[in-house]
């Protein structure tokens, strides 16, 4: 398929489904009726929205293309339930044909319920792979108690994952992350590593063989979570990540968390931001030639307007003791 998608093309991933047909006067008007209708067209709102932001996504990034093998990964945490449902949902209406493989990675950890995800993927119908990999004793074995164990971990995931996309004949590797993941992947590159970097929404992987996409890539992770709650997705937690309450990813999610409750709008602007670069006003001389900038005489809408006051929109009411500062 042309990496340009005709409206026709777009309309197929964005189109949302039917509505939930009222299901008679006599069940609405009586109480339990009514909050039982009200749950499912909220839980139909909700299903609409996702649909129309994973497919959006994948329209904006061409993501999923004519032919492809998808092999949508696995760990039994909320995200990954809600990219496999939402992109069978998606298929089912897709104006081309692809295929889904759900792979689980089995990394041993005391504990795990390993019949869990085998008997949710077999419900779906969706074919599956379980992948058997004891990671988790290297882990403990390199990693002194009380150190953050997600990156190594994740390196050996990911080698792992990518082998077994070779061996299943996969095109694509779809990912679980959403937008929340993004930021607070962003905030963490600024605070400590001193780079401008966040998740891209498909990128080809180190060893040039695999491309990997991230399809909730516009997702709130609320909206994942209550996905997750509404269609009752058997979540398993991770023994070896989830227990560790101070790493970095946390606290800076919870600060984007506290952001969004005092600023309403301001994560969202974080986001719309990573989609509205200008690298003529930032700092990277790889990014934009600075030393042979020259005066050409010729008016640009690019220009610096370095005498210009900065135009920001006003704060709620609602928020006192915030203002807008206004640079010259």
Request: with cysteine; net charge neutral.
């Amino acid at each position: 398929m042309s990496a340009v998608m005709n409206e026709t093309q777009r309309a197929g991933w964005t189109a949302e489904p039917p509505e939930v047909a009222d299901t008679g006067a006599d069940a609405a008007a009586a109480a339990s009726g009514t909050a039982r209708l009200k749950i499912e067209r909220e839980a139909h709102k909700l299903e609409k929205r996702l649909c129309r932001e994973v497919g959006k996504a994948i329209v904006d990034f061409n993501m999923i293309e004519e032919g492809d093998k998808v092999m949508v990964c696995m760990s039994g945490g909320k995200d990954s339930y809600a990219l496999l449902d939402i992109l069978q949902k998606l298929k089912a209406r897709a104006p081309i044909h692809f295929d889904l493989v759900a792979v689980n990675l089995d990394q041993k950890q005391p504990g795990f319920p390993e019949h869990v995800l085998p008997e949710y993927l077999a419900s779906t119908g969706v074919p599956f792979h379980i992948e058997n990999e004891d990671t988790y004793s290297i882990v403990k074995r390199l990693i002194p108690e009380g150190k953050t164990t997600c990156s190594l971990c994740s390196r050996l995931r990911r080698g792992i994952l990518y082998r077994v996309a070779d061996e299943l004949g996969c095109t694509k590797i779809a990912l679980g992350h959403h937008r929340d993941d993004i930021l607070q992947t962003l905030l963490l590159n600024m605070f400590f590593g001193g780079k401008m970097k966040s998740m891209p929404p498909k990128l080809v992987s180190d060893d040039g063989r695999h491309v990997v996409i991230r399809p909730l890539a516009y997702v709130t992770e609320k909206d994942t979570t209550r996905w997750a709650a509404q269609r009752n997705f058997p979540i398993i937690p991770c023994n070896l990540c989830g227990s560790q309450e101070n790493l970095q990813r946390k606290q800076v999610g919870e600060m984007l968390r506290e952001w969004e409750k005092k600023f309403p709008g301001r994560v969202e602007n974080m986001f719309n931001a990573l989609q509205n670069v200008v690298p003529s006003h930032l700092l990277d001389g790889s990014q934009y030639d600075f030393k042979n900038a020259r005066a050409t005489g010729v008016a640009s809408e690019d220009g610096d307007k370095a005498f210009d006051k900065e135009e920001f929109s006003a704060p709620s009411p609602s928020l006192p003791g915030v203002q807008v500062v206004q640079l010259s």
